[in-house]
Nanobody, 126 residues
Framework: QVQLVESGGGLVQAGDSLSLSCVLS????????MGWFRRAPGEEREFVAA?????????QYADSVKGRFRISRDNAKNTVYLQMYSRKPEDTAVYYC??????????????????WGQGTQVAVSS
């Protein structure tokens, strides 16, 4: 069974950079398309970014993070990253990693992903 474990969350100042990591175990990592989602306090879960399987040649971003966040993958480390630049207070949320083998090349809908991590808290102060 696939398991996902996120790390890298914390409290930072607006404008600072932070990188989140998500390690996949129990499956062949490069066979999975990966995604990042977030849930802010009192809000519904929303899509952040996604990357295609294998080489990760296709990426997709929510309009709210485009140009500020970057998703990447390292298949040798079974890890997907979310680099967050120029963060804003509204980026405060629990960030979740998701994976699925059936997605081609990327998807932004949560129900399309079959495996989820437990989440990591990111807080941005103004």
């Amino acid at each position: 069974q696939v398991q996902l474990v996120e790390s890298g969350g914390g409290l930072v100042q607006a404008g600072d950079s932070l990188s989140l990591s998500c390690v996949l175990s129990g499956g062949t990592f490069d066979a999975y398309a990966m995604g990042w989602f977030r849930r802010a306090p009192g809000e519904e879960r929303e899509f952040v970014a996604a990357i295609s399987r294998r080489t990760g040649s296709v990426t997709q971003y929510a309009d709210s993070v485009k140009g500020r966040f970057r998703i990447s993958r390292d298949n040798a480390k079974n890890t997907v990253y979310l680099q967050m630049y120029s963060r804003k207070p509204e980026d405060t949320a629990v960030y979740y990693c998701a994976a699925d083998r059936t997605i081609l090349p990327t998807r932004s809908k949560g129900p399309q992903y079959g495996a989820w991590g437990q989440g990591t808290q990111v807080a941005v102060s103004s």
